[in-house]
DNA sequence: CTGTTAGCGCATTCAC
DNA sequence: GTGAATGCGCTAACAG
């Protein structure tokens, strides 16, 4: 904008026109002779007139937009579930515009207003905040849906994936490889995702006597995963979970500088199946979340809320294991 | 949007003073009253109230908001441009709108006009399109300024990082190390890079007799660089160059699969050092490109448009070489 | 089929 | 210090 070059009065007045009939000829209306219909056209083509999406937004009620908000736009994880959004979105006609809350909690509320002011609804892509917050937040910018890796907020989250699940799957890949004392690197903390985390490794270890999983605070960023290993590589840990595949990525890394073999000292896994999970050297053991489903998913549970649909029924992803050659057998 | 469910209106009725009133509170206006003012702020929140971002921008006439288009957004160098460009934006009151073209690059044109329709102005970076298309679009979209690769589109780059300065560097060290025969993998085919990529390339030769460079279409992306050695691994090429890191590391993540020894049997470059190159196994020898200072670079240039100011030198940026261990002695 | 009128939600002159 | 009126650029009835 910034004070409009050419409006749809110009184009009106330079084409003897009312702006009506600008407007219509914009936006395809049939009901226009033909040659008024071109001498519009071509007038649009000389003053290079092209529509405020602003004006047009504020007069038809409506933006054809919704806004997503990330935690981390740099984590492949997020690009892809969110370039599945916005290809189901596009489709309907409905373009995104992205925030990135870069892991501030405190932030995140504020970003979203900000986003929901511009925007016809908006999607809560892994909001870090609590529990509490998010109740508080929700009514107030809703349409709205929310994403999240645990399954058991019912009452909110539209679409999830099995975490649980996935890390259920990991832990016991690693013990019927005969790993015994595991360490889970712990993702950003959030809502009370604790303790169902804590309840699993409980159950876990029940299953099997003399397995000990301990946690271990670290974040979700490959450097979080780099330094994980100064407090990892004093214990006997022969087996490690990440929150995410980054943090096992940035742990390999470090595994490889300072050569310490890999699964033959330490195994690892991780989560998500980010594109680099599989170039890695050696590719990462990881649990596969089909990543522009959840998209699409989605942008089909907010869309039914933008109709003022039916709730639709919450989507809960499973993830797949991925064996590759992070993990074996403890020696 | 979707038809405001409380507006400024609404607001000005039950704290009974008038929309001029609330906006004055709103908009943190001094001269109001302080009980007005108290009985004002408590029915917005009481009623959840939260201005139209479109509105304000439409009666202000800007919204305090720049678009960006980038090629891809998965591509960690764009990222990082990004938050460098978003960082300094937000420090001045502005924010971003981020438009992905996943290098398609017939959208280009019409996603930066979108763009542009709900913004003060348009970054644009490492368009892939032409450089008429360029030359013709920009005027339109003004203020507007772009990022590129190459530093010889002086008229219209206002930031751009010396590749060709780069990619001589990195020839020149695998020539060091005594590679003959170098293929460089192309990126997406834009512009007219192409003559002076060969004219780099030629110079090269004619510096070191004996030493080929040839060139090898092949793309952007991980998989790219992955199928790369399909075309590659029947040639005597000892040294690869790549367009940038995720071509590299692609192709690394096949040759360990393919247990070809790098940088035994093959040596690579990437170009961009995104995070992951640090990361990889072996890590990647890359050009440095300083992507945040790029982002901050393009704010300063766009801000300065955006104030009507005299136009800033074109800032060029030099990529720096880190040897890491991709590349070796051809054996 | 086209022009006139009104209004989207807000900020901002101008009187009071 | 506050309210009433006007306009940002556009679309949508409503007439004609």
Same mark, same amino acid.
């Given at each position: ?103 501030? +909690? ?18 809560? @892509? ?39 699940? %996935? ?50 605070? @670290? ?33 390999? %890394? ?57 709730? +639709? ?19």
């Amino acid at each position: 904008m910034t004070v409009r070059a050419v409006t749809i009065a110009d184009v009106a007045a330079a084409a003897r026109v009312s702006r009506a009939t600008v407007s219509r000829v914009m936006n395809g209306v049939p009901t226009v002779n033909g040659e008024i219909a071109d001498r519009v056209r071509t007038v649009v083509g000389e003053l290079g007139y092209s529509p405020s999406d602003t004006a047009r937004s504020l007069s038809l009620g409506q933006s054809k937009t919704v806004g997503v908000l990330v935690p981390d736009l740099s984590n492949p994880t997020f690009q892809q579930i969110l370039q599945g959004f916005n290809s189901a979105a596009a489709a309907d006609g409905y373009r995104i515009l992205v925030t990135d809350s870069h892991e501030e +909690v405190d932030d995140e509320a504020a970003l979203v207003l900000d986003a929901r002011n511009r925007t016809d609804a908006v999607l809560l @892509c892994s909001p870090r905040m609590s529990e509490e917050q998010l109740a508080e937040l929700l009514p107030t910018v809703k349409p709205a849906i929310v994403i999240t890796r645990e399954a058991h907020f019912q009452t909110e989250a539209s679409v999830s994936a099995d975490f649980i699940f %996935g890390i259920r799957t990991l832990a016991e890949h690693l013990i019927a490889l005969g790993h015994t004392r595991i360490a889970y690197l712990d993702g950003p903390a959030i809502r009370n995702s604790q303790t169902t985390l804590d309840t699993l490794f409980r159950e876990v270890e029940m299953a099997h006597p003399g397995v000990t999983i301990r946690r271990v605070p @670290c974040g979700s960023s490959l450097s979080d995963g780099y330094y994980a290993w100064d407090t990892l590589k004093d214990t006997t840990v022969t087996g490690v979970l990440a929150f995410n595949d980054l943090l096992a990525l940035g742990l390999l %890394g470090r595994l490889n500088e300072d050569r310490v073999p890999v699964p033959g000292r330490v195994s690892i896994a991780g989560f998500d199946d980010i594109h680099f999970a599989r170039f890695a050297s050696p590719p990462l053991t990881t649990m596969k979340l089909p990543k522009p489903s959840i998209g699409e998913a989605a942008w089909v549970a907010l869309r039914a809320e933008l109709k003022g649909e039916a709730h +639709v029924a919450p989507a809960i992803f499973r993830p797949e294991l991925m064996s590759r050659q992070t993990t074996g057998p403890r020696q």
